[in-house]
């Protein structure tokens, strides 16, 4: 298996852009994950879906933030507009349930 | 209250020498999952080992081993024989069965430095 895929893995981009993450699960796993870990907080959950339905965006920091899962095999992270202070690196996860989150490589986003 | 403690943010080991990485928990939870996982400086998470609330013996893997002690709430990661391929972040996890969700709370994580 290829595991967690993620793109872009590093993403450059000026305030108030655009910006969207993408994920590709592991076959078969039916819970999906967004964390965002940064030198100050740590890794935080943003938003998880299970069978392809979110469950709990309360970690999501505001309504710049977006999540999707159209599709078992694919989600997308949103932020719009973008801000400085949303640099960091995010990490989509996946598993089967009351199993271990298998992590993607991350994607380096930086905000200037 | 923090869910999972991470007392040590960073240690130091002798190459070939065992280690004890420290993690307690707090929850109300009869049933529960405790994870570690390790960040080399390259970024990636990756899942080392596993424990359920239930299991009565440690969990091992390879030179890992999960040391739960569940009347003290703690489950401390032991790397054994620690090679410099070791050094990097590591952090525990915890995710509570109850609510059905399946979401996992981390630790600060505790940085292992491997010293030739």
């Known amino acids: 298996d290829a595991g967690v895929i993620q793109s872009p893995r590093h993403e450059v981009t000026e305030m108030g852009q655009e910006v969207t993450l993408r994920c590709k699960p592991i076959?078969?796993?039916?819970?999906l994950f967004w964390y965002r870990q940064t030198m100050m907080r740590g890794l935080e959950l943003l938003i998880y879906?299970?069978?392809?339905?979110?469950?709990?965006d309360s970690g999501m920091p505001e309504d710049r933030f977006s999540a999707k899962m159209p599709n078992a095999s694919f989600s997308t992270l949103k932020i719009q507009p973008s801000e400085p202070r949303d640099s960091a690196v995010y990490f989509c996860?996946?598993?089967?349930?009351?199993?271990?989150?298998?992590f993607g490589p991350g994607t380096r986003l930086t905000v200037t | 209250a923090q869910k999972i403690t991470q007392t040590q943010p960073g240690m130091f080991v002798q190459e070939k020498e065992a280690v004890t990485l420290d993690c307690t928990y707090d929850t109300s939870d009869q049933s529960y999952g405790l994870f570690w996982y390790k960040q080399p400086s390259s970024g990636e998470m990756i899942f080392l080992i596993y424990?359920?609330?239930?299991?009565?013996q440690n969990a091992t893997e390879g030179r890992y081993s999960l040391n739960f002690q569940k009347a003290r709430k703690s489950a401390n990661l032991v790397i054994s024989a620690s090679q410099l391929g070791d050094s990097a972040m590591y952090f525990c996890a915890m995710r509570e069965d109850q609510t059905g969700a399946n979401n996992l709370f981390f630790g600060t994580g505790t940085r292992l430095t491997v010293i030739p």
């Open positions: 076959s078969g796993h039916n819970s």
């Open positions: 996860a996946s598993s089967n349930p009351a199993y271990e989150q298998y």
């Open positions: 879906f299970n069978n392809n339905v979110p469950i709990d």
């Open positions: 424990q359920g609330s239930y299991d009565e």
